[in-house]
């Protein structure tokens, strides 16, 4: 009886929610990180962070409880570990996330479009004038909306999740150089504007 009124007193477990403002207001168990993602997001350990983990790991969850971190969600936080660190919750950035499995295509002219569209969709979101560059790649495109992000929002946090899904398409044909040389172009638009981003992970 006493496993009985265990059980029912846990909260339920979510298997398909990856945004963290929905697991903590429709009650769902979270197993509480936060003080090891202030480690990373407070800015002394560095700002530019790589993470290669298994599927089903929880990187999507992460990613996003580090958008409503830089957001200032403070209540969202309530009763987490990180309410007894040191954090800013007035200070917040606005926040890119790319998921890069949106960009999965099977040809490389379409992949090419879709990685323009991830360039010309931030700058819709944000209200971003860019001057892109005449006869640019996607990767030179990228590099400029985050070159005008930065002008007129200031310094930014840069989220992309599943980083390397747009080569999967390629592996079993005689394509994956150009798709890998691609993305090496599209990423170089971060390396580009490294200054302006407040913090960034990619997964």
């Known amino acids: 009886m006493m496993v009985d009124a265990i059980i029912r007193g846990m909260k339920p477990i979510a298997t398909d929610n990856y945004d963290f403002e929905r697991l903590i207001t429709d009650g769902y168990a979270y197993v509480d990180k936060t003080d090891m993602l202030w480690k990373l ?3 002394k350990n560095g700002t530019l962070f790589f993470i290669s983990r298994p599927r089903r790991f929880g990187k999507s969850l992460m990613l996003s409880t580090f958008k409503y971190l830089f957001q200032g969600k403070k209540k969202l936080f309530k009763g987490l570990k990180i309410e007894k660190k040191r954090w800013n919750w007035s200070q917040t950035y606005p926040v ?3 998921n890069m499995r ?3 295509a099977p040809t490389i002219d379409a992949l090419e479009r879709n990685l323009w569209k991830v360039a010309r969709d931030v700058a819709h979101e944000y209200g971003l004038f860019v001057r892109w560059r005449e006869c ?3 990767g030179a495109a990228f590099s400029d909306t985050l070159e005008a992000m930065a002008k007129k929002h200031g310094r930014f946090v840069l989220l992309i999740d599943e980083y390397d899904v747009p080569l999967q398409k390629f592996l079993r044909t005689g394509k994956i150089g150009e798709a890998r040389e ?3 172009d599209f990423y170089g638009g971060i390396k580009d ?3 302006a981003i407040r913090f960034m ?3």
């Open 182 to 184: 691609l993305l090496h």
């Open 96 to 98: 890119i996330e790319l």
């Open 41 to 43: 997001a407070n800015g």
């Open 201 to 203: 992970m990619m997964t």
């Open 102 to 104: 949106k960009t999965s």
């Open 193 to 195: 504007n490294v200054g």
């Open 136 to 138: 640019g790649n996607s």
